[in-house]
């Protein structure tokens, strides 16, 4: 069973930059294929990005690409998102989860679902993202 952890949110001025990590428990976390999604206060969770197992696939949501960079250390156990250049409209609960599927790298397409949030698990608690105007 994977146990995901994140952490490193923070108060943030706009304009500035944060690292968190999301923290994996389990032998299998070099198999998958992890995500981060965010929910603003009042929305719904969405995408932010995406990394498929080996490291060398990415895939972000519109809003935070350029901004935003997502990487994995294997000897850590950890996926890290790093925002750059951050807005107001960035304050939001981070999560990561599992996606269930795979992503060869063989194929450097996204996976349809990639996107979606029911095709994740093992959601970790989130941490809290808040950028001053």
């Known amino acids: 069973q994977l146990h995901l952890v994140e952490s490193g949110g923070g108060l943030v001025q706009a304009g500035g930059s944060l690292r968190i990590s999301c923290a994996a428990s389990?032998?299998?976390?070099?198999?998958?294929?992890m995500g981060w999604f965010r929910q603003p206060p009042g929305k719904e969770r969405e995408f932010v990005a995406a990394?498929?197992?080996?490291?060398?696939?990415?895939y972000y949501n519109d809003s935070v690409k350029g901004r935003f960079t997502i990487s994995r250390e294997p000897s850590q156990n950890t996926v890290y998102l790093q925002m750059d250049s951050l807005t107001p409209e960035d304050t939001a609960k981070y999560y990561c989860?599992?996606?269930?599927?795979?992503?060869?790298?063989?194929?450097?397409?996204?996976?349809?679902?990639?996107?979606?949030?029911?095709?994740?698990?093992?959601w970790g608690q989130g941490t809290q993202v808040t950028v001053s105007s």
């Open positions: 989860a599992r996606f269930m599927t795979g992503w060869s790298r063989y194929t450097p397409e996204p996976p349809r679902t990639l996107t979606e949030a029911t095709k994740y698990t093992n």
């Open positions: 389990g032998q299998m976390f070099h198999l998958y294929v």
């Open positions: 990394i498929n197992a080996g490291g060398d696939l990415t």
